[in-house]
Structures are given as structure tokens and as C-alpha cells.
């Protein structure tokens, strides 16, 4: 199927594009000396902006901005890009900057919504939503399935682990574990993701268990939760 864009959008010739996408009015991909893939059956809203350099002050002085297209084309081993997998929906005004080290990566049947901003070298596994207004900062990683709650802000190299909950108005400045529910500033893990292991249809006395795992209460979680990262 052939992808939709509207008239307002620009997407770069170079961006590598599957089918059956739909770009919002006034998206801008690619186009700014950063390399932007993109798969199929993503939904892109109005105003968002994909693979804009990394902002990373200390590595692109003021020369390298005023034409990042050349600077990127003499200096290509440190610039990477942006790719985005299958079954996303971004909605309006969601930020994704490309990597320094490695590509930003969105992978498959994620849901950031409006607002959202994901930056350099940032991994996003499948599944994972970004309420609105998230900010992540630089190489955050974010384990499958996981939520971030509305306005939280993550601190550069932060990893979300898997079936994770981050509350709203979140500070996270440190990692967060698989299973986990965490919130406040700054967020702590206060227990287990406990709605989320019910309606994967984890026993209550699994979840207990997974509960004093994370609290340090015991050193061992139950087989039945772990075989949820496999």
C-alpha cells in the first residue's frame, strides 16, 4: 500500500520509507545530514520532527550547525541516524533526534504521544509509551512494554527495564528494574508493576514475590515473571 503525506510535510529524498505510512501536516523527516529508515503501518501526527542532529553542544561547535548536511558528509563516523520499526503511532509535536554513537531506535508497536521528546542514542523496545510531554535525554533506554507516565523526565543514560510503570512527573535519575513501579523526585521503586503482571495473567503469589524481589526482601523472582523477558 502506498504511503500518505501530507501536501505540508517534508520528507527528504534519502529517508528510507516502507508502505502504508501516514504523515501528518508540517512533519519534517530527514533532511538535516542525518540518515532517517522508517518501516511500515506508522501513523506520524502534524508537527513532528524525525532525525534532527543530536544535541550534543561539546560535539557540534557552531560550524558544524550552520551546515550540518556537509559537516555530517566529512565527519560520518560521528553521526548516526534515526530508525523506526513497524506499527508506530507518534502523534503531534514528538522530537526524535538522531544518534551519535548508534541510530535513536523506535522499535515496533510503540505509542509516544503528543509532545514528546526522544534524544540522541535513545533504544525503545517494543511496545513502549511515552505519555505526553515525556523528556528523554541522551542513550535512555527503555526495556519492551514499558509506560512512562506523563511529564516525567529522564536523565541522560537511564535504563527503563521491561514491564515497567514511571508515574507521572517522574525525575528518573537512576535505573529502573524489569517489573518495576516507580514515581516521585527524585523516582524510586516503590514495588512490583502490579497491574501489568495481572493482566499478563501472573499469579497473585508470583506477584508478591516479584514485589519482595524488588524491595530486597528476597533474592530470587519467580520463573513464571522472568520468562516474561524471553
Known amino acids: ?27 519534517v523527516i530527514g533532511g538535516m ?17 524525525i532525525g534532527s542532529p543530536a544535541e550534543i553542544a561539546a560535539d557540534c561547535p557552531v560550524e558544524a550547525m550552520l551546515n550540518f548536511e556537509q559537516w555530517s558528509a566529512t565527519n560520518p563516523t560521528q553521526v548516526s541516524g534515526v530508525k523506526i520499526g513497524d506499527n508506530n503511532v507518534l502523534r503531534d509535536r514528538v522530537s526524535i533526534d538522531a544518534g551519535r554513537y548508534q541510530n535513536t531506535t523506535i522499535n ?10 526522544v534524544n540522541h542514542d535513545c533504544q525503545l523496545g517494543e511496545g513502549v509509551v511515552l505519555s505526553p510531554g515525556v523528556i528523554s535525554a541522551g542513550t535512555c533506554s527503555f526495556g519492551k ?30 535505573d529502573i528494574p524489569d517489573f518495576a513501579l516507580s514515581f516521585g523526585s527524585p523516582s524510586k521503586t516503590m514495588g512490583v508493576n502490579r497491574i501489568r503482571l495481572t493482566r ?7 506477584i508478591d514475590l516479584t514485589n519482595d524481589f524488588l524491595l530486597g526482601r528476597n533474592q530470587t523472582c519467580p520463573e513464571s515473571v522472568l520468562d516474561l523477558l524471553k
Not at 512512562?148 to 528518573?172: D, E, P, S, W
Request: aromatic share 8%.
Open 108 to 117: 515496533d508497536r510503540c505509542y509516544l504521544h503528543s509532545n514528546c521528546l
Open 200 to 206: 499478563l495473567g501472573i499469579s497473585k503469589n508470583d
Open 1 to 27: 500500500m502506498k504511503n500518505i503525506i501530507h501536501s505540508t510535510a517534508v520528507v527528504a529524498p534519502d529517508v528510507e520509507l516502507g508502505e502504508n505510512n501516514w504523515i501528518g501536516p508540517y512533519s
Open 145 to 174: 512494554y514499558s509506560q512512562i507516565g506523563m511529564n516525567a523526565v529522564l536523565h541522560q543514560g537511564r535504563k527503563v527495564g521491561a514491564f515497567t510503570m514511571v508515574g507521572m512527573n517522574a525525575t528518573v535519575t537512576r
Open 33 to 49: 545530514g542525518c540518515k532517517v529508515s522508517i518501516g511500515s503501518n506508522n501513523y506520524f501526527g502534524a508537527y513532528n520532527l
